[in-house]
């Protein structure tokens, strides 16, 4: 089936930062709204980025002004730059699509710790 496979993800210091890889088959990332997605242990999923076809970016309060989402069309991939992380960032991150969203990968474990 279908799925992105997400990296990059390790221990680090809080203020440190991070970039994450999402990488996907053109099936399912050309035309499609996308989104990192998060979750801590104990917690539900959610949405920290996401960025529209033609650019557009949202973020969650909580890492606004931090986190950078970017897209490469061409190589059918998406980023996730993290800086100034904190303890509060230790998730397993994930990315799909926005809308219809496909099954979920593996993830890719982020932990922010001293």
């Known amino acids: 089936q279908e799925q992105f496979v997400e990296s990059g993800g390790r221990l680090v210091q809080p203020g440190e930062s991070l970039v994450l890889s999402c990488a996907a088959s053109g099936n399912i990332f050309r035309g499609n709204a996308m989104g990192w997605y998060r979750q801590a242990p104990g917690k539900a999923r959610e949405l920290v980025a996401r960025?529209?076809?033609?650019?557009?970016?949202n973020y969650a309060d909580s890492v606004k002004g931090r986190f950078t989402i970017s897209r490469d069309n061409a190589k059918n991939m998406v980023f996730l730059q993290m800086n100034s992380l904190e303890p509060e960032d230790t998730a397993v991150y994930y990315c799909?699509?926005?809308?219809?969203?496909?099954?979920w990968g593996q993830g890719t474990q982020v932990t922010v710790s001293s």
């Open positions: 799909n699509k926005i809308f219809s969203p496909v099954a």
């Open positions: 960025m529209s076809t033609a650019g557009s970016t």
